[in-house]
Every structure is written in structure tokens, then in C-alpha cells.
């Protein structure tokens, strides 16, 4: 068996040197990292008033409530609810429509692959800022605007998603495989060609499957923004919730619930059949 060679430390730690001599501020700054988040944990739970009695107490109030709701009873309302529900599930299927369709040339706009950064960098901030805005937000502007309904909710839903949309489709589109851009470059395409043939073949499959995904998340997202006035059955919602009718919250609680499920149900078959084809092709 052959010896093993001398190891020269000295050598190695010559070498090496920010790995065996790292500065105190190196070494303290996880440390400190640490110290300093645990800090600010403790600071917010103080500042925002936590309180572990109340919390034991509101548990106590909870399990009241959810006995309340026993059993889920929509009383004569059931074709109400199931119209308000129809509505829910029409703003998060247009509202995302929408914003996919007038989100997606502005993706072009903003992948560096296809314009100079002259152009990307403020169509990129312009997404920033409306991406910024929460859902909930929008709808309180829309209802000023274009008053109480359905109608508010979706132009919500829209102006959210397409900033969302702009960053998710920019981004998939920077990630398209140049080759096939260059093939067509090669053979004498266009610019107009590079994109028609050699990006939106690649990028088409992924932008379905996230507008799949933000469809199931806005049917939730509707119904947030209808406890605000934008109709749908989160409206129905507040107003029992208002009245203290729990059976009949609790119905409607398992409606939402059944209806994103399938939703997700759909369209996961949906995603994996384009992402089959997508395999096949």
C-alpha cells in the first residue's frame, strides 16, 4: 500500500486564504443575520399585540361559531347561490382571459430577447407597478369607477393578472431555446417570422399552463373581491356572515370549495395534456 503524501498546511492555508482567514465580519454575519431577525420577529409580535391568552380565548369562540355551522343549509337561497357562484366563476375565467390576451404582445416587449433594453427596462417597471397593486386594491378603484357589480371585478381581476402575466410570459419567452430563432434568421426570416415560428411554438405551452393555474387561483381571488362590492358569491358571503346566518356561510364555504376542486381537477388534466403534446410534438 502506497503512503499517503504530506499534507503542508501551511502551503494550503497560503493559498486558501479567505477560507482559513476570513474576517470578524465574515465570520459574524450570519450571526448577526440571525440575531437580527429574531429581533424583529419579537418586535412585530409585541407591536401587533399578541397575546397568547387571546388567542386561547378566540379558540373558544371559534369552536362556537363552527358548531354554529352545522349543519350547511343554504334555507330558500340555493338558486341564488348558485347564480351568485356562476358569477364568481365568470369574472375569474374572463378577468384572466383578458389579461392573458392584452398581457401577452406586452411580454415581447419586455423579453430581452427580442427588444433592446431601452425598451424592456421601462415596460418592465410598467409591469412592476401594476403587479405591485393587489387585487383587492383594484376592485376598491374599479367600484369608484365603473360602480358595484361583476363587471368591476373583472376589470380587477384584469388589470392584476396582466402585470402578473407580463413578468411570467416575458420571462418564459427569454427561456426559449435560441436555435430555432436562428434556424429561421438563417434561412431568411423576419424578425416578425423569429417570433411567429421559432418563440411562440416554444413559449405557448408553458403561458396555457400558467393561465390554467391563475384561472383556479382568481375563482378564490373573486371571491375575495365580492366581500368589497364586485358581486359574485362573495357578496352573498359578507351578507350572511353579516347576519350571523353560519349553516348558511358554511354552505357556501363548501360551494366555494367544491368549485375551486374541480376547477383544479379540470385543469390539471388540461395542463398535463398540453404538456404531453408538448413531449410527443
Known amino acids: 500500500m502506497s503512503k499517503a503524501p504530506d499534507i503542508n498546511t501551511a502551503e494550503i492555508r497560503a ?46 369562540q371559534l369552536g362556537w361559531i363552527s358548531m354554529m ?23 375569474a375565467l374572463l378577468g384572466t382571459t383578458l389579461a392573458a390576451l392584452f398581457a401577452l404582445p406586452v411580454s415581447l416587449l419586455a423579453a430581452r ?16 407597478s401594476i403587479r ?13 369607477v365603473v360602480g358595484l357589480g361583476p363587471f368591476a371585478g373583472v376589470l380587477a381581476i384584469m388589470v392584476s ?34 417570433i411567429r ?4 411554438p416554444q413559449v405557448l405551452p408553458v403561458i396555457a399552463g400558467q393561465v390554467l393555474y391563475f384561472i383556479e387561483s ?14 359574485g358569491i362573495g357578496l352573498q358571503l359578507a351578507e350572511q356572515i353579516r347576519v350571523l346566518e353560519w349553516q348558511k356561510v358554511s354552505f357556501l364555504v363548501l360551494m366555494i370549495l367544491v368549485a375551486v376542486a374541480a376547477i ?3 385543469s390539471g388534466k388540461l395542463r398535463f395534456a398540453i404538456i404531453g403534446r408538448r413531449a410527443v410534438a
Open 197 to 200: 415560428f421559432g418563440l411562440m
Open 264 to 266: 383544479d381537477f379540470i
Open 113 to 128: 430577447n427580442v427588444v433592446p433594453n431601452i425598451v424592456r427596462f421601462p415596460i418592465r417597471r410598467f409591469l412592476d
Open 218 to 231: 382568481n375563482t378564490r381571488s373573486a371571491t375575495i373581491i365580492g366581500i368589497v362590492g364586485a358581486g
Open 69 to 91: 355551522m352545522i349543519p350547511p343549509d343554504p334555507g330558500s337561497s340555493l338558486p341564488l347561490y348558485l347564480k351568485a357562484l356562476g358569477e364568481t366563476l365568470s369574472i
Open 15 to 60: 493559498r486558501y486564504p479567505d477560507v482559513f482567514d476570513r474576517p470578524a465580519s465574515a465570520r459574524l454575519a450570519t450571526p448577526l443575520m440571525l440575531v437580527a431577525a429574531l429581533a424583529i420577529f419579537v418586535f412585530g409580535l409585541v407591536d401587533l399585540d399578541f397575546s397568547p391568552a387571546r388567542l386561547i380565548s378566540g379558540l373558544g
Open 161 to 194: 393578472d396582466f402585470g402578473a402575466f407580463g413578468k411570467l410570459f416575458s420571462e418564459a419567452i427569454e427561456g426559449a431555446d435560441q436555435k430555432q430563432v436562428e434556424g429561421i434568421r438563417a434561412s431568411g426570416g423576419s424578425a416578425l417570422h423569429e
Open 132 to 144: 405591485g397593486v393587489d387585487t383587492l386594491i383594484w376592485a376598491l378603484v374599479w367600484i369608484n
